[in-house]
């Protein structure tokens, strides 16, 4: 059994050779657990890859893992039916559960996709293999489930397994909430590489103090940080990753392809594309989906900004200076937040 583990570890290296850009503590922390957990295949594979370039360039990884038995049982599986067991996308518990029968997760099998085969109200099911309960471990990063099967690239759907209704928008545009705060959601993003937005956040605007549902499109920190050239840019980018109400993940995967969403940018369309394996935004990928969730606000994180497209012409100097004294004092103190985060990032 351990030659077969080895012999695994040794083929996946052959074939997958990119660096790791997760964290080096969600590597050794989840190899831990998987060692005391009874996946102990998974966890040398794992500890190999972090030593030897194994884990793909993502920032997520979600991990499907089967159990040591199944390891035991199956023999030496193929490198392909290996990578069919990673996808390059952050599924916590909460977003499995969100997505419709039939979804389509991506993994590292070349145009092989896992398919959500379990139905509402039931235990979660990919490929008609159960998932063990609540993650193995989750930081936001890397994500592994256990499962007690090897999950198969040949998989068929035998019926029907419909979802949602297509083009079903469960859009609920304002919120009775009285615990209206963005201090939750905050702390969720800052905690996974979303500090830009969830500064944005905490300033809570006054725009939204009327209780306006939201869903927030967050573009990670290094991506954002390259579109932030000038403080007066900053509510123009905040704005337009903003929909004046709550779109649950589940809504989103069951649009049909080509719905338009408003955002609060006057004049800021959003394209959704919707596919078998992924979704876009203005042809931006959606990687981490229902970061947060509350019952008025959804975050999802993007791989990318949604950029906009260049004026025909140069605005004059009488409307770059039209800006509200109130809007103005909001972006200088969103710059001083931003310079005392850099200034720490940089001391730590």
């Known amino acids: 059994m351990a030659t077969q583990f080895l012999m695994s570890i040794i083929l996946l290296s052959l074939l997958i050779s990119f660096s790791s850009s997760l964290p080096t503590y969600s590597i050794l922390d989840a190899t831990q657990i998987l060692s005391n957990s009874g996946y102990l295949a998974m966890a040398l594979i794992l500890e190999f890859g972090s030593q030897t370039d194994l884990i793909p360039p993502s920032q997520y990884l979600t991990i499907f893992s089967p159990s040591d038995t199944a390891f035991s049982l199956s023999g030496q599986p193929s490198l392909d039916v290996l990578h069919f067991h990673f996808s390059p996308r952050s599924f916590s518990l909460n977003s499995l559960k969100s997505l419709p029968p039939g979804y389509q997760i991506p993994t590292l099998f070349s145009n092989h996709s896992l398919v959500i085969t379990s139905h509402a109200d039931r235990k979660i099911s990919v490929n008609g293999v159960q998932i063990n309960g609540s993650a193995l471990y989750d930081d936001g990063f890397l994500v592994v489930f256990g499962v007690d099967n090897f999950l198969d690239p040949d998989f068929t759907v035998s019926g029907s397994i419909n979802g949602s209704a297509s083009g079903v ?15 939750e959601a905050s702390g969720v993003l800052r905690s996974r590489g979303y500090s830009v937005m969830a500064s944005f956040l905490d300033l809570q605007l006054a725009v939204f103090m009327d209780h306006t549902a939201l869903t927030i499109l967050a573009p990670a920190d290094e991506i954002v940080k390259g579109f932030m050239g000038d403080f007066s840019d900053f509510r123009s980018i905040f704005f337009r990753h903003v929909v ?13 392809d080509g719905v338009v969403l408003p955002t609060f940018l006057r004049g800021f369309k959003i394209n959704v594309t919707v596919t078998d394996t992924f979704l876009m935004f203005n042809g931006v990928r959606v990687i981490v989906p229902e970061m947060y969730s509350n019952t008025w606000l959804s975050v999802h994180g993007l791989e990318g900004s949604l950029v906009m497209q260049e004026p025909n012409a140069p605005a004059s100097n009488a409307e770059k200076n039209a800006v509200h004294f109130k809007a103005v004092k909001i972006l200088i103190a969103f710059s001083f937040m931003l310079l005392c985060s850099f200034q720490l990032n940089s001391i730590f």
């Open 244 to 256: 004046p109400c709550k779109i649950s993940w589940r809504d989103l995967v069951s649009l049909d």
């Open 169 to 183: 928008l469960g859009c609920h545009v304002t919120s009775g909430d009285n615990d209206y705060s963005f201090e």
